[in-house]
């Protein structure tokens, strides 16, 4: 915001001194002499001065200064004339854009005593525009607000400058009250009136006034993305951060969102509210539509997003391209992890054994894999306990519990993972020893119900003529019966 202090005009800077001088003539312009005691000029000065107005009038003002300069070397001068003769001097420093000896000569003015109340509130105007044309800013809006203070004419001209004044020293708290002053004066109030606001509201931190003025300006101005981006700062600033999402979700919605640091906002906020895969569609849609770049950081967000969102198979292929292109660890022990999830233990292997050869954690790794080598012990049938020993070892079950096993032995004692590797590897013993358990109960139950059988057919015999049981099974267990239970007569 630049200030330009207004052009001052020589002719009514000087047409007192002018109306001072007893038939003095300025430009062939005959005036009368000014009666009023004390304000009129002798005959040596009013010489001098004529001569100066002269140089003056003709745009010469270097000549005019050195007059001026004669004409405060007289002798009992009065202080009308020292006053005049210094305010001429300053209206020519102004005009050779002498900005600081133009300040002096008018504060010189005011000092020497012999002008009227309203001629030397002027020169203070002068004197505080001068000041802030000059870059003294806080000097000049300390004078202006001082005049403004103690009395002085308050134009909107000069409320509005006091403001800027102000607002270029940096001092918003001092620019406010001008500032709401010169807001509630504005008829019609354009938008700067309200960017004011909202900048000072802003920088002093009255988010509640700052809220009020934007709500007005989305009102007025609802095309306008920054207001609503505003809006939906202060919203989050505040502690209401349900509703910055509404609005920035609105705006996307909309349309109104295209810049790259925006989309990603909104992705934020989606994530952020337990949301991962709407944010992942919206990453996903963006990146291929060329708003959002896919690079590796990215591309690992996705995959992390629909991770969260358990989409894991929509995460495999965004992950493969992210750990091919980075080649960290941490992406292959990613992209195993989703293959885990996906129950594609071959690949995830493939992939955590990759992640391990690159430094990542061998422990969890190894954890992971063995976890997937004994799921895949689910999918075979359990041991038939009609098969021989060497048939149940080489059975697909007990192989991959083996394979199992093997894993759960990588895992390094030393990690965080080996005690649970150890817990898994008994829990699979238990498991083996649990099914030779249940062939034991299982053979011990037929062998007591053929037992029987066998009992009952010899006590039939006799009557039948043959020894016959029902299932012809239990023959298999006669000999083991007749060990057990019969007498065996050994005749000589």
Known sequence: MLLKASKFSLLSLLSSAALAFGAVTVSGVTQSAYAQEGR???????????????????GQHSAALSKLSEALRLPELNAYERSTIHQMEGASYYELKQNSQAISAFQNAINSGGLLPNEVDSLKVNIAQLQIATGQYAVGAQSLENYLNA??????????????????????????????????SA?????????????????LGQQGKQADIVKEMIGRWPEDKSLWDAWASMLANGGREQEAFEVSKMLYLGGALRDESDLMKVVQYYSFYDMPYQAAQILEKEMNAGRISRDSDKMVQLSSLFRQAREYKRAIPVLESAASSSGQAKLYADLGEALYNEGQCQKAETAFREAINRGYDAGKSWMLIATCRYEETQKHDRINCEMSDAQKAQAPISLARASAVDAFSQVPGSSREGRNAKKWVSFIKAEEDAVERRCEFERSVEAELCYQQIKQAYAAEVFVGEFKVDDANCMNFKEEYDRKFRVVTVEE
């Not at 004529?50 to 009038?57: D, K, P, R, S």
């Not at 009395?151 to 001092?171: C, F, H, I, T």
């Not at 008829?187 to 920088?203: A, I, T």
């Open 40 to 58: 009129q000029f002798g005959a040596k000065a009013g010489a001098v001065v004529n001569e100066a107005l002269q140089f003056i009038n003709s």
């Open 151 to 184: 009395g002085g004419q308050r134009k909107p001209q000069y409320v509005e400058m006091l403001m800027q004044a102000w607002v270029q020293s940096d001092n918003y708290a001092r620019a406010l009250p001008w500032a709401e002053q010169w807001f509630n």
């Open 187 to 203: 008829n019609p109030k354009e938008r700067k009136h309200f960017d004011l606001m909202n900048f000072l509201y802003n920088n």
